[in-house]
């Protein structure tokens, strides 16, 4: 019996060397009712209306057959699992179209396969939705949002392409082309050691050109982080790594992709830009202040979290590990200086207790004696990417300083990034 090959997942209790604070399931926000509100009633409809013609249905079968069993025909119905994921073995078909080949990952959406495609002979990755109605409604806004994308996205070098879409026994399925690993994916299996500089800039030239043709299309992503970019190609060279000391012969090398192609992936969270949106986004480590801080948010956010990968890929790590809201804020203090008054002044109801006579409550209001220590262990900017950076760290650093200002309306956008004198240089 053909055993089920599960590729690496970034599931913290596997790091060989976990970050030092694991990100925890309640740190990424929900899709907001209203948002799958706006998109599901007013632009999408019934998803049974949008069914797109000529895929095959579960009960497509073909007339060839072996043993009374449909060569090309689907598996017999199982129940999904406890948790409404679609229950799969490999080998088998998913439509008459596609033929299992092996579990790429999974995650609170639901599980990626990757198939071969017998109609365009490629191997691509399908997305499974699971079976519950929340998500299946987020997996319809990213249909609609990766379709408008692809309208625009001529060549497709900035985002993940979607080949296909079908609804497939209560479950949503996203075909997808298949690319390469995550760039955190990439960093956990290289022990979580730092990208050389020239290919940090290269990736986040490629980002920002991806971030900036959204926000031209008034789309905001939502959800960026190292997780949601992926390389395209798998190849990678290993060099010396002189940082290193071990008596590990393994040591003395890192991976370093052969390839600095990049495409962002990941637009279930994605929505249209429009005034007075205050619900959480983002990933907890690179959430904006002014998400924490219920002070609404906008295109902007997305910037901040650019400045958060930028970081993380220099050093390995990343920025702010934390999963608390005052903790996180005081290190944001910690690394960029203090909150600007103003908008501490303004804070929503919920985060009012974050802050007392104009300032951050801290260390006052730390919840234990560990976190204050998590706080005061951080460097500052300045010094935290001139431990790591050789070259080209004065021009990084004040790009970083406007990628990552607390005040939105002041935060540098991401065509004024792309114009910044650290993206001007040429690789060496």
């Excluded at 379709?147 to 625009?152: A, I």
């Excluded at 001139?386 to 406007?402: E, K, N, R, T, Y």
Aim: aromatic share 8%; proline share 5%; charged share 25%.
């Amino acid at each position: 019996m053909e055993m089920e090959r599960v590729f690496e997942f970034p599931h913290t209790h596997m790091d060989r060397r976990p970050r030092k604070r694991a990100r925890l399931g309640w740190d990424v926000p929900e899709t907001p009712k209203a948002q799958v509100e706006l998109f599901f009633g007013q632009e999408l409809g019934n998803i049974s209306s949008y069914a797109p013609s000529g895929v095959p249905s579960e009960h497509t079968t073909s007339s060839l057959s072996v043993k009374g069993v449909a060569r090309n025909g689907s598996p017999p119905w199982r129940d999904d699992d406890k948790d409404g994921h679609y229950t799969f073995a490999v080998g088998e078909n998913l439509t008459s179209r596609y033929k299992i080949h092996s579990k790429m990952g999974e995650g609170t959406f639901g599980q990626v396969l990757e198939c071969w495609d017998r109609e365009r002979k490629e191997m691509v990755a399908i997305k499974i939705v699971r079976g519950i109605k929340k998500y299946r409604e987020a997996a319809m806004i990213e249909i609609e949002m990766l379709q408008q994308l692809g309208k625009h996205d001529i060549g497709g070098n900035r985002c993940v392409q979607i080949r296909n879409w079908f609804d497939y026994r209560n479950h949503i399925c996203i075909v997808f082309e298949k690319l390469g690993p995550s760039l955190y994916d990439f960093l956990r299996k290289n022990n979580y050691r730092s990208f050389p500089i020239d290919l940090v800039r290269e990736i986040g030239r490629q980002l920002l050109e991806c971030i900036a043709f959204m926000h031209d299309l008034r789309m905001i992503h939502t959800d960026l982080k190292p997780e949601n970019i992926l390389l395209v190609s798998p190849d990678y060279v290993k060099v010396p790594d002189y940082k290193i000391s071990s008596r590990s012969p393994n040591s003395y090398f890192k991976k370093v992709p052969k390839s600095s192609a990049i495409k962002v992936i990941d637009f279930g969270s994605t929505t249209y830009e429009r005034v007075d949106q205050s619900y959480i986004v983002s990933t907890r480590h690179y959430r904006a202040p002014e998400v924490i801080l219920g002070l609404g948010w906008s295109h902007s956010c997305d910037i901040w979290s650019v400045g958060c990968i930028l970081v993380e890929l220099c050093t390995g790590e990343a920025l702010f590990q934390t999963h608390e809201n005052l903790e996180h804020l005081a290190m944001m203090e910690r690394v960029l200086g203090p909150l600007p008054m103003h908008m501490l002044k303004r804070v929503d109801r919920h985060a009012e207790k974050y802050v007392r006579r104009g300032k951050l409550d801290w260390p006052v209001g730390a919840t234990s004696r560990e976190s204050i220590k998590a706080v005061m262990k951080l460097p500052r900017l300045q010094n935290l990417i001139m431990q790591h950076v050789d070259h080209s760290a004065g021009d990084l650093i004040h790009l970083l300083q406007g990628l990552l200002r607390y005040d939105p309306s002041e935060r540098i956008t991401a065509k004024e990034a792309l114009r910044h004198s650290f993206f001007m240089r040429r690789s060496h």
